[in-house]
């Protein structure tokens, strides 16, 4: 199938789906939660939407210091908001490809393979922390007396979800500092599952060799990381219980980070349908005495309010700054994009 072919049924069915959720929800149910959040509540997620990227840039930038390259961070801010708007319209995570040329293109002397290693080592460390959020989270539903309304015995499942996580973040952990070690034992399970690894590796194990060498970095970005995930989940709960819905906060918060890995998966641009679908279905295993389009309906409005906010954060950011995509090269993408 012709590339241009794939993106135009892609987006049919994106839009197909969105339709769908609307018509399935009802459209009027959705204005009247953004009418009971009020203005004063799309304030508090607009600033608490903000915080996370604020970090997020912190973030960023710390990993561009422990590979040796000091970029400024209205530049780093600016291109992650291009980034993110731009992955809002593409299922394949381009706008991490954008970011990277966005920084390359304002910070002349950093090379493309360096800004290439920075972003990729960014969202490695992001994997990590996020499988370790989301391990700690249900073990503390698992421990704890939790609040839901489901009489399903979910503690089984819980732990062993916990579990599985675990071993995800040790597995992630030990890719990260024991490189060589990872891919040694990976050659004799299987040598064909080593190479598609070591192709990954490749593309920012430099990147590795540097920042492993920077402790301080390290823990600084793992630090920075807590707060950004955070706030991103922070918008969700505010969203449910600004409209009445008076959940457990770390379940909510749990099905707001599904919904992150959800939209890793390069299915939908910008996860729509997908991401609103399971983060709704995580939720109502809990709640099942809460109809399940209302839940649905809140996962709609907190995408359509994140769509609007990265939409004008990454225009501001685009035209303040005048990246210009033509420059973009294409065939370096395509490159990279095929290992």
Not at 80 to 95: C, D, Q, S, V, Y
Not at 176 to 201: A, G, M, Y
């Amino acid at each position: 199938m012709e590339v241009k072919t794939k993106r135009i049924l892609i987006g049919c069915v994106t839009v197909a789906i969105i339709i769908l959720m609307i018509v399935y929800v009802d459209f009027q149910t959705i204005l009247l939660n953004l009418q009971r959040i009020s203005i004063w509540g799309i304030f508090l997620f607009s600033v608490v939407y903000t915080l996370a990227f604020i970090f997020r840039a912190f973030k960023l930038k710390l990993v561009f210091n422990g590979i040796n390259l000091e970029p400024n961070y209205s530049i780093i801010y600016g291109a992650i908001g291009t980034g993110w708007a731009i992955n809002e319209l593409t299922p394949a995570k381009l706008g991490d490809f954008v970011k990277m040329e966005y920084i390359r293109q304002k910070e002349h002397n950093f090379p493309l393979s360096k800004c290439l290693c920075a972003v990729l080592v960014d969202r490695f460390i992001d994997l990590i922390i996020l499988f370790s959020i989301t391990c700690f989270t249900l073990l503390y539903i698992y421990l704890s007396s939790a609040t839901y309304i489901t009489q399903l015995n979910l503690h089984f499942f819980i732990i062993i979800g916990a579990v599985i996580l675990f071993i995800g973040v040790l597995g992630l952990i030990l890719l990260f500092f024991k490189t060589d070690w990872i891919l040694s034992i990976t050659d004799r399970i299987s040598p064909k599952l080593k190479n598609l690894l070591e192709k990954f590796i490749v593309r920012f194990v430099e990147g590795l060799k540097d920042i492993r060498k920077d402790k301080r970095s390290i823990i600084l970005i793992l630090l920075y990381n807590i707060p950004t995930w955070l706030f991103e989940s922070l918008t969700l709960v505010i969203i449910f219980y600004l409209i009445g819905f008076q959940m457990n906060i770390f379940i909510i918060m749990l099905a707001q980070i599904v919904t992150f890995f959800t939209k890793t998966i390069p299915i939908t641009p910008g996860g729509w349908g997908v991401s609103e679908i399971v983060g709704a279905l995580l939720l109502s295993v809990f709640y099942p005495a809460i109809p399940y389009n209302e839940i649905l309906s809140v996962f709609i409005l907190d995408h359509i309010l994140r769509l609007v906010y990265v939409f004008i954060y990454g225009g501001i950011s685009t035209i303040a700054v005048n990246f210009r995509f033509k420059e973009i090269d294409t065939e370096n993408f395509k490159n990279s994009n095929s290992l």
